[in-house]
């Protein structure tokens, strides 16, 4: 079983960025199919990046298509979010998670970590 924990949340502006980082332990990830999603207050959690074991395929949600980029780094074991052009509307706890299958990490992953909360002030 992996465990995952993400970090590099925080408050930044309007147009500003962010690297989020997800750490695994227990498991290699190159193991797993990866994904971002994200849940802002009193919505539903929702898909944002996808990145396929070998990092060749990648996936995005409209909704931040251009603005993120999610890449996997094998030696480190960690994924990440790349994140510009931040809007307000980008505020949420994001989440890192995992599946051994890529059709199942865009819809329901196994595995999540704990979330980081990124806000983005207008």
């Known amino acids: 079983q992996v465990q995952l924990v993400e970090s590099g949340g925080g408050l930044v502006q309007a147009g500003g960025s962010l690297r989020l980082s997800c750490a695994a332990s227990g498991r290699t990830l190159s193991t797993y199919a990866m994904g971002w999603f994200r849940q802002a207050p009193g919505k539903e959690r929702e898909f944002v990046a996808a990145?396929?074991?070998?990092?060749?395929?990648?996936y995005y949600a409209d909704s931040v298509k251009g603005r993120v980029t999610i890449s996997r780094d094998k030696a480190k074991n960690t994924v990440y979010a790349r994140m510009n052009s931040l809007k307000p509307e980008d505020t949420a706890v994001y989440y890192c998670?995992?599946?051994?299958?890529?059709?199942?990490?865009?819809?329901?992953?196994?595995?999540w970590g704990q979330g980081t909360q990124v806000t983005v002030s207008s």
């Open positions: 990145i396929s074991r070998n990092g060749g395929t990648t």
């Open positions: 998670a995992a599946d051994l299958s890529w059709d199942r990490v865009v819809v329901t992953p196994d595995y």
